[in-house]
């Protein structure tokens, strides 16, 4: 889509550039030096933009840059950070227009709006854990490292758990003995 905005050597083919070469660079920690350099320059770029040109330009580039922000990719926060400080000292009209919607929108938000992909949750999310058997049979390691206080608990809590109509009937034989 950016690449339909770069077809001339006008300073929107650069601006539009140098956010498709921040976008056609890979997240990863291998790539984040080149990635970070771009956004820098991306920056400087907007910054030497006069502030009677291009004002759509530069608040959809700002846009962009505040939107690096909202990539979960801590490495590339500094950098665009550092981008969006030079560009407060001459366009901060702008940038703080953008910020302060941005965060409207988020405060009027009744739910957090997460993108879901129409995908479907894993069977193993789906299916109830199954609870391991108390029962003292196992290696001798295990022997070694089970509190039977601790398996004496839990017996009792399920036991109460299972009988929550009346806790009075829970079986509670087993007594913790604290030590």
Not at 137 to 161: I, Q
Request: glycine share 6%; hydrophobic share 35%.
């Amino acid at each position: 889509m950016l690449s339909a905005f770069a077809t001339e050597s006008t300073t929107p083919y650069k601006i539009w550039n140098a956010c498709l070469t921040i976008e056609a660079s890979d997240m990863t920690l291998q790539n984040v030096r080149e990635r970070t350099a771009n956004i820098g320059k991306l920056g400087r770029l907007l910054e030497v933009i006069p502030t009677s040109e291009e004002k759509q330009l530069v608040e959809d580039a700002t846009r962009y840059l505040i939107s690096q922000l909202k990539v979960n990719f801590r490495p590339l926060y500094p950098d665009t950070i550092a981008a969006l400080a030079g560009l407060g000292s001459s366009r901060g009209e702008t940038l703080w227009g953008i910020i302060w919607d941005q965060l409207q929108k988020t405060i009027a938000s009744e739910t957090a709006v997460a993108v879901d992909l129409n995908g479907e949750e894993p069977e193993w999310t789906k299916v109830a854990p199954v609870h391991s058997d108390d029962s003292d049979e196992g290696d001798e390691e295990d022997k070694e490292f089970r509190c039977p206080n601790l398996v004496k608990g839990r017996r009792a809590l399920s036991s109460a758990w299972a009988s929550s109509a009346d806790p009075a009937s829970a079986d509670l034989s087993d007594e913790i003995q604290v030590s």
